[in-house]
């Protein structure tokens, strides 16, 4: 062989070489692409939320990995959540256990989903209720929530000895104070007698409750009546359960009054108004578009002698020209609360304190104001 063909063949064998470094190092850039051009990825969860017995104050979560860390948050459909986990690290966890909010007015028993929510806020703690929804929000498979159901009952044989739901009637529709009724067919699978509670929950809060007795077998058609009173207006899920078991439908409420506030006494820096609210909020004192005072968390209904609470460093005076409105949200974070409106006008009244005492609302003090003035 000769020396050329030797010297060619070493080129081409030193071409080959330096190519396959160039792929290799262009597939290093490409895999750390996210970090050097400064993309994050998305966050990412999985869970695993098995059926199971409890006490009623504890459930536990099987497993959990968060890409970010956060908490697990049970619910039952309502508006507030059960329990929520200690905030959780990135990584994977098993067999977390969760106890059930003190402030909960419901055991952690029957149909619960637990959800990942990751951590997003400055302050301590789970905030995704308190922030109305702006900080620790789930995180996102697929644009859905990541979550899991599970079934948690109180007893070995707590499900065979339930009174079993087979069916249930509710209205299509209602109002928001009206008394409806919702029949419901229970049988007891027991051989025994036996008296067992029975609730019709709206969006998972009992609204009726009554004991039924039945015989070892027997089916009964069983009507319930219940005051909507207090629901919140919406397509809202109406169910009828026993210890263990449960049937749900669906059911429109409305509003059952035009949304309102007016202003009742204002004096001595102290405001009292009256206020018709269609969802969970507050009303705002304003002066020229900001906020000097609040009432508690109203719920959903009519209320009457609500006071407003001034700022601590703030004040009125007999002749200022102020305005109480309607905000749906949490009080204690006033500037995340959104407007309530009605025929696309914030629900509002302006008024002076001078001409509530004296009885003079020509000016609107004293009455409803929607007009978005």
Not at 66 to 91: C, F, K, N, Q, W
Not at 144 to 149: A, K, Q, R
Not at 184 to 212: K, S
Not at 267 to 273: I, M, Y
């Amino acid at each position: 062989m000769s020396s050329r063909l030797t010297f060619g063949t070493l080129k081409r064998i030193g071409a080959i070489l330096i190519a396959i470094v160039i792929v290799i190092a262009a597939g290093i850039i490409v895999g750390q692409a996210p970090a050097i051009f400064g993309v994050e990825e998305d966050p990412e969860a999985s869970i695993t939320f098995e059926d199971q017995q409890g006490n009623g104050s504890t459930v536990t979560v099987e497993s959990v990995t968060l890409s970010e860390g956060g908490y697990v948050v049970i619910g039952d459909g309502g508006d507030e959540p059960l329990a929520v986990s200690e905030r959780l690290e990135a990584g994977s966890h098993e067999n977390v256990t969760i106890e059930r909010e003190d402030d909960a007015t419901r055991e952690l028993l029957g149909q619960l989903t637990a959800t990942v929510h990751r951590d997003t806020s400055d302050d301590e703690g789970y905030a995704y209720e308190a922030s109305d929804g702006e900080e620790d929000r789930p995180y996102l498979e697929d644009g859905f929530p990541v979550s899991d159901t599970a079934t948690v009952t109180t007893g070995d044989d707590a499900v065979s000895n339930s009174f079993m739901v087979e069916s249930i009637d509710a209205p299509a529709t209602a109002t928001t104070n009206e008394t409806i009724e919702v029949n419901a067919t229970i049988r007891n699978p027991t051989e025994f007698r036996a008296q067992q509670p029975v609730e019709v929950r709206i969006d998972g809060a009992v609204f009726a409750r009554q004991v039924l007795e039945l015989e070892g077998s027997e089916t009964r058609t069983v009507t319930l009546e219940l005051d909507t009173n207090g629901a919140p207006p919406g397509n809202r899920s109406i169910g009828v359960y026993t210890e263990d078991d449960g049937e749900l439908d669906r059911i429109d409420l409305e509003f059952h009054t035009d949304p309102s506030v007016s202003v009742e006494t204002a004096s001595d820096g102290n405001v009292t108004v009256s206020a018709a609210i269609p969802e969970a909020g507050f009303v705002a004192l304003e002066r020229n578009g900001t906020v000097i005072g609040t009432s508690d968390r109203l719920e959903p209904g009519e209320h009457e002698n609500v006071s407003l609470e001034l700022s601590d460093d703030a004040s009125i005076d007999a002749d200022e020209e102020l305005t109480a409105a309607l905000y749906a949200g949490n009080p204690g974070n006033a500037d995340a609360a959104s407007p309530i409106e009605f025929e696309g006008e914030p629900v509002r009244t302006t008024f002076t304190p001078a001409n509530v005492e004296s009885g003079d609302s020509d000016d609107g003090g004293a009455g409803n104001d929607s007009s978005g003035e």
